[in-house]
């Protein structure tokens, strides 16, 4: 995203679960620091298969900018999602750069989401990460790029 340019968060009451999903993801990989924290409730948490859990809003945002900065400008897509009206269920993609030796690679996993007046509450995000094989996803599953679904 270009310095100075806003990325807008507000959406309106009857917004979907998964427009918010969406834009958050698209601020993971564009956005400050700030407008990530901005998709979130002020005390929300993601709890992750990998790390410890991120809690508050601002460490949430601090986390993912340094997470796309490891990764060389790292990408996040949602694949797919099933949601109602206070939860959603996703399965996303994130590409990106091993800096290690500049070739590219895709991870893949699913996330379960809880909101609170279309904020995020909670993610609970299920991947595998393997510092050898960067590329992961379901083993034998032929995944489809959104150029293969046109």
Not at 121 to 146: A, C, H, M, N
């Amino acid at each position: 995203m270009k310095p100075g340019a806003n990325m807008s968060t507000s959406q309106p009451r009857n917004a979907s679960g998964a427009q918010r999903i969406t834009d958050y993801f698209r601020a993971c990989s564009e956005g400050s620091a700030e407008e990530i924290a901005a998709h979130f409730t002020r005390d929300a948490v993601i709890y992750d298969t990998n790390m410890a859990p991120a809690r508050g809003a601002r460490e949430i945002g601090a986390m993912w900018v340094k997470v796309r900065e490891r990764w060389q400008g790292a990408v996040w897509t949602v694949d797919s999602v099933i949601e109602d009206d206070k939860v959603a269920a996703i399965e996303w993609s994130m590409t990106g750069t091993n800096p290690k030796n500049g070739a590219p690679f895709v991870f893949r996993g699913s996330e379960h989401y809880r909101f609170d007046e279309m904020l995020i509450s909670e993610i609970r995000q299920y991947w595998s990460f393997d510092p050898d094989k960067l590329d992961t996803g379901l083993r034998g599953y032929v995944y489809t790029t959104t150029e293969d679904q046109s």
